[in-house]
């Protein structure tokens, strides 16, 4: 179904057992993902600007207007064939920062230590929303009872159960909590993880001094209302004890031995190439330092 059309979808062939998913707009960090060596294909749903500006790095595309998981549903409905052959599918907001090979590594970890769910440990220059998903500078890894619905990377029969019951009227806030409702005792105990040295940067919105895409399409007040609706209809409960670790992850490869040693210069390493978030940082304090908001 391959075309020259600009507005039509690009529909190539699986090459990989692995697939990330992106719905996205003209501030992403798309290109980041691909640059370099990398054993997963790319599908990008993209929801504004020109028809263009990410399908040449796509192996798949098409443009649809919406939020990350009402797209994706639409993409299991229109070709859900073509999403068979993966074992894993990484569903990533298009403004997180990661490499090619990190998103690698992180299908590999979910293989090798049989997991079902996971996630990148958040870095302290960006968005933490909840403190289980920090990246903990000493550990490779946690089981927890919470991956954020900014970066879940599914095995694919997670995200088929999830897909199969899910409900595109509840676009982005409580979407985490209802596919962990779907998973069985077992896998909520051993198969759901932080991977923190493997970690990445979820860009704060303020810092960025514009309104997120999300929240017009979808404003939070708005969300809550919406999500508390499901989860009364749904019998969706909080676990008990709230978002926190289960224990440690310990690694029982060279690779993941040498991504643990690692994992202090990649952080440095990102700290000293985003020294944008610095310069916001000053311009905000200098905001409120003037216009005198406190």
């Not at 062939?13 to 370099?36: C, D, E, M």
Request: hydrophobic share 35%; charged share 25%; proline share 6%.
């Amino acid at each position: 179904m391959a075309s020259d059309d600009r507005n039509s979808p690009k529909i190539g062939v699986p090459s990989s057992p692995y697939l990330v998913y992106t719905s996205a707009g003209h501030r992403s960090n798309i290109k980041k993902w691909v640059t370099g060596k990398k054993n997963f294909d790319l599908w990008v749903t993209q929801y504004e600007g020109e028809s263009d500006y990410h399908r040449s790095v796509a192996d798949f595309y098409n443009e649809r207007k919406g939020g990350k998981y009402p797209n994706l549903h639409d993409i299991y409905n229109r070709w859900g064939e073509l999403l068979t052959p993966y074992r894993a599918i990484f569903v990533l907001d298009d403004d997180i920062e990661l490499s090619a090979s990190q998103i690698s590594q992180l299908f590999r970890i979910l293989e090798r230590y049989k997991l079902v769910l996971l996630q990148p440990g958040f870095l302290s220059i960006g968005k933490i929303s909840h403190e289980v998903t920090k990246a903990n500078h000493f550990r490779f890894a946690r089981l927890t009872n919470f991956v954020e619905n900014c970066v879940p990377m599914f095995s694919k029969p997670i995200l088929d159960r999830f897909m199969a019951t899910y409900d595109p009227g509840l676009i982005a806030f409580g979407t985490d909590w209802w596919y962990l409702h779907l998973l069985t005792d077992e896998e909520r105990e051993t198969g759901v993880a932080v991977i923190d040295s493997v970690p990445c940067v979820n860009p704060d919105e303020w810092l960025e001094q514009k309104p997120r895409k999300i929240d017009q399409v979808e404003p939070v007040n708005k969300g809550i209302e919406i999500w508390q609706e499901f989860k009364r209809e749904r019998g969706i409960e909080m676990p008990p004890g709230g978002v926190r670790s289960l224990g440690l992850l310990s690694p029982t490869a060279l690779e993941d031995w040498l991504t643990l040693i690692s994992a202090p210069l990649i952080r440095c390493k990102t700290f000293l190439f985003y020294p944008h978030y610095f310069m916001r940082l000053k311009r905000f304090y200098w905001d409120i330092h003037r216009r005198k908001i406190f």
